[in-house]
């Protein structure tokens, strides 16, 4: 018994996953675009590709996912992947350490750094968008 994809249940999911409300993703897609018109969207089976495509490029996401995410396979991988029974890595300790720590410390900053700066940038795209929204 095959399973369909539902592509308008992974678009709410990758949605809210993403923090985005309807209202915002209908801002992002277009004049002709309200809310209601996103809730019906992800109630449906197939969405055109054209409108995956717009989704898509507002979302930051690619098309596929919203074609080919099963949330139930998902599960099952994850499940039939770790067992609660399975201790291997829990007693797998190396007490010898093979890495400088300073360079662990050096890099994780720089992470962090670089994950601020994306923050940042977010938040400029995401004041534009606000201004957009409030000068309509």
């Not at 999911?13 to 985005?20: C, D, P, S, T």
């Not at 995956?52 to 992947?81: C, G, H, W």
């Not at 291997?88 to 010898?96: D, I």
């Not at 410390?105 to 992470?111: K, M, N, P, R, T």
Request: charged share 30%; glycine share 2%; hydrophobic share 40%.
């Amino acid at each position: 018994m095959e399973q369909k994809i539902h592509q308008g249940r992974n678009v709410k999911r990758f949605r809210e996953m993403l923090g985005i409300k309807q209202e915002a993703l209908a801002f992002d897609l277009g004049n002709d675009w309200n809310q209601k018109k996103i809730s019906v969207l992800e109630q449906k089976d197939i969405i055109e590709d054209n409108l995956l495509k717009q989704i898509s490029d507002a979302l930051r996401i690619p098309v596929e996912a919203f074609q080919n995410f099963d949330e139930e396979q998902a599960v099952n991988i994850i499940a039939n992947t770790f067992t609660s029974n399975d201790t291997s890595t829990l007693n797998a300790v190396n007490p010898h350490c093979t890495f400088n720590p300073i360079d662990k410390i050096v890099q994780l900053y720089d992470e962090k750094i670089a994950l601020y700066e994306r923050m940042l940038k977010e938040k400029d795209e995401m004041m534009v968008r606000l201004e957009k929204l409030v000068g309509k």
